[in-house]
T-cell receptor
Framework: QKEVEQNSGPLSVPEGAIASLNCTYSDRVSQSFFWYRQYSGKSPELIMSIYSNGDKEDGRFTAQLNKASQYVSLLIRDSQPSDSATYLCAVNADRGSTLGRLYFGRGTQLTVWP | ETGVTQTPRHLVMGMTNKKSLKCEQHLGHNAMYWYKQSAKKPLELMFVYNFKEQTENNSVPSRFSPECPNSSHLFLHLHTLQPEDSALYLC??????????????FGPGTRLTVL
């Protein structure tokens, strides 16, 4: 069973702070990693993809990947109340497969208060 | 229309009804997926269609029946559902599921309530 674990939260930060979301995964052959944002009552929205070790920055978002530690994180700088949502970590662990299956964590609920 | 669309957005049905969910992707992708999202549970993959061929049935009960007539359309036929099947049903598509990158894009979902 391939598992993706996230701290369930809720995580609460003040506006302007850095929010740090963490994810660990069980399968060492995992090759691609994704962060989705899901507002209450809405569907998941892809916000970051990362495939190699290190950092990837996109605006206020930075994804960090450490395959040796089987760890991926998402940092949100200058957090805004509009960032309040549940953040889902997803991992593609089916190397060589045509299935394209993603394994999802349960999500971390983030609240940014003004 | 852009992205991935789903209809209906909300559905209430009795346990003896038959209904269908529809998904359409306007992204030119090659794979489509059905997911179920229940409260307090991770997203559960139900079915995968890659290049129109069903390639995964993730131990889904037979009361859920998928259909993929072409690479842009995906249906989920429902019959004799149970109240525990009430959930948000999400459709997703991706360009290259075998390529290792496999960014999946979701539709808005159908909120299903089974009475």
């Amino acid at each position: 069973q391939k598992e993706v674990e996230q701290n369930s939260g809720p995580l609460s930060v003040p506006e302007g702070a850095i929010a740090s979301l963490n994810c660990t995964y069980s399968d060492r052959v995992s090759q691609s990693f994704f962060w989705y944002r899901q507002y209450s009552g809405k569907s998941p929205e892809l916000i970051m993809s990362i495939y190699s070790n290190g950092d990837k920055e996109d605006g206020r978002f930075t994804a960090q990947l450490n395959k040796a530690s089987q760890y991926v994180s998402l940092l949100i700088r200058d957090s805004q109340p509009s960032d309040s949502a549940t953040y889902l970590c997803a991992v593609n662990a089916d190397r060589g497969s045509t299935l394209g299956r993603l394994y999802f964590g349960r999500g971390t609920q983030l609240t940014v208060w003004p | 229309e852009t992205g991935v669309t789903q209809t209906p957005r909300h559905l209430v049905m009795g346990m003896t009804n038959k209904k269908s969910l529809k998904c359409e992707q306007h992204l030119g992708h090659n794979a489509m997926y059905w997911y179920k999202q229940s409260a307090k549970k991770p997203l559960e993959l139900m079915f995968v269609y890659n290049f129109k061929e069903q390639t995964e049935n993730n131990s889904v009960p037979s009361r859920f029946s998928p259909e993929c007539p072409n690479s842009s359309h995906l249906f989920l036929h429902l019959h004799t559902l149970q109240p525990e099947d009430s959930a948000l049903y999400l459709c997703a598509s991706s360009q290259d599921p075998a390529g290792g990158y496999n960014e999946q894009f979701f539709g808005p979902g159908t909120r299903l309530t089974v009475l």
